[in-house]
T-cell receptor, first 118, second 112 residues
C-alpha cells in the first residue's frame, strides 16, 4: 500500500526566503505524485503533479518540486516566499498500476502549515 | 463556472438525523470521489466512482451511502448521524482514475 509522509507539520519562513516543504512517499509501483494547497475554509487546489515525465516539475505560483526515486522524495520548493503563500500544503500519491484495491486511490500526507513572516 | 460544486457548504444537524450532501462536476470527468477531512486536517478517501460504478469503498460505516445517478453527480447520504461524523467532506473528480483530482469547496458538517 502506498503512503506519504510530510516532514514538519509547521514551517515558518520570512518573506523573500526559500520555501522547502518535505514529502517522502512509499509505493510498490511507480507513483504519480501531487502537491495541493488549501487556504482557510477552501477546497484543495492543485499546485503541480509528477506523472513519470520530467523529474523537475514546475507548478503554479512559482512552486516547483523534484522527484527523486533514490530518495523516494518529492519536496516542494519556492525560491522566494510571499505573504500570500501562507496556507496548508498537502503531498499526495496515486498508484498507477491497474488492478488492486489501491488503484486510483489518492493518498494524502498529513499536511504542512506554511507561515510567512513579514 | 464552478468546476466541482457541493451543496450545502455548511450543515448543522442533531444526532440521529439523516442528511445528504450533493456534488456535481461540469468537467466531463469519469471519476468522482468523496473525502473526509477531520479536525486535524487529515484527508481520507471514503468512496470513488468511475462511470457510475463504485470502485473504492474504504472502511466506512454503512450509515454512509454514496449514490451516482450519472457521471456528473455523486451524492452522499448519511443515516443516523453521530457526533464523530462532524468533519469537512470534500467531493472531487478526475478525468480518469490515475489523473489529478479537482476538489470542491467542501461541506462542513457539524453534528450536535
Amino acid at each position: 500500500a502506498q503512503s506519504v509522509t510530510q516532514l514538519g507539520s509547521h514551517v515558518s519562513v520570512s518573506e523573500g526566503a526559500l520555501v522547502l516543504l518535505r514529502c517522502n512517499y512509499s509505493s510498490s509501483v511507480p507513483p504519480y505524485l501531487f502537491w495541493y494547497v488549501q487556504y482557510p475554509n477552501q477546497g484543495l487546489q492543485l499546485l503541480l503533479k509528477y506523472t513519470s515525465a520530467a523529474t523537475l516539475v514546475k507548478g503554479i505560483n512559482g512552486f516547483e518540486a523534484e522527484f527523486k526515486k533514490s530518495e523516494t522524495s518529492f519536496h516542494l520548493t519556492k525560491p522566494s516566499a510571499h505573504m500570500s503563500d501562507a496556507a496548508e500544503y498537502f503531498c499526495a500519491v496515486r498508484t498507477t498500476n491497474a488492478g488492486g484495491t489501491s488503484y486510483g486511490k489518492l493518498t494524502f500526507g498529513q499536511g504542512t502549515i506554511l507561515t510567512v513572516h513579514p | 463556472d464552478t468546476a466541482v460544486s457541493q451543496t450545502p457548504k455548511y450543515l448543522v444537524t442533531q444526532m440521529g438525523n439523516d442528511k445528504s450532501i450533493k456534488c456535481e462536476q461540469n468537467l466531463g470527468h469519469d471519476t468522482m470521489y468523496w473525502y473526509k477531512q477531520d479536525s486535524k486536517k487529515f484527508l481520507k478517501i471514503m468512496f470513488s466512482y468511475n462511470n457510475k460504478e463504485l470502485i473504492i469503498n474504504e472502511t466506512v460505516p454503512n450509515r454512509f451511502s454514496p449514490k451516482s445517478p450519472d457521471k456528473a453527480h455523486l451524492n452522499l447520504h448519511i443515516n443516523s448521524l453521530e457526533l464523530g461524523d462532524s468533519a469537512v467532506y470534500f467531493c472531487a473528480s478526475s478525468l480518469q482514475q490515475w489523473a489529478e483530482a479537482f476538489f470542491g469547496q467542501g461541506t462542513r458538517l457539524t453534528v450536535v
